[in-house]
């Protein structure tokens, strides 16, 4: 079994930027692919970045190339996502979840986190 917890969200101006951090616990959790979700209200959960267990492979939607960077530490057991450039758009709950396969879509992830709020601001 596989915990995660996210942390780092928060109320933000449009153009700022934030990191978003999920701290992973369990067996193999390192070795296990890393996503960033997101979910607005009324809208469907959407996939927004991931990362491999080596850290070697990331993936981006491609509304967020650019903009946001997902990165690893293993020795942590921690999973980053760097915002910049941020808009009201990007408001949304966050999640971190995993999976032991490398895949993107959302139903693929086996444990997932509670999530975070990001609040873009205009």
């Known amino acids: 079994q596989v915990q995660l917890v996210e942390s780092g969200g928060g109320l933000v101006q449009a153009g700022g930027s934030l990191r978003l951090s999920c701290a992973a616990s369990?067996?193999?959790?390192?070795?296990?692919?890393m996503g960033w979700f997101r979910q607005a209200p009324g809208k469907e959960r959407e996939f927004v970045a991931a990362?491999?267990?080596?850290?070697?492979?990331?993936f981006y939607a491609d509304s967020m190339k650019g903009r946001f960077t997902i990165s690893r530490d293993n020795a942590k057991i921690t999973v980053y996502l760097q915002m910049n450039s941020l808009k009201p758009e990007d408001t949304a709950v966050y999640y971190c979840?995993?999976?032991?396969?490398?895949?993107?879509?959302?139903?693929?992830?086996?444990?997932w986190g509670r999530g975070t709020q990001v609040t873009v601001s205009s």
């Open positions: 979840a995993a999976s032991r396969r490398v895949v993107t879509s959302a139903p693929d992830y086996e444990h």
């Open positions: 369990g067996r193999s959790a390192s070795t296990y692919t």
């Open positions: 990362i491999i267990g080596s850290g070697s492979g990331t």
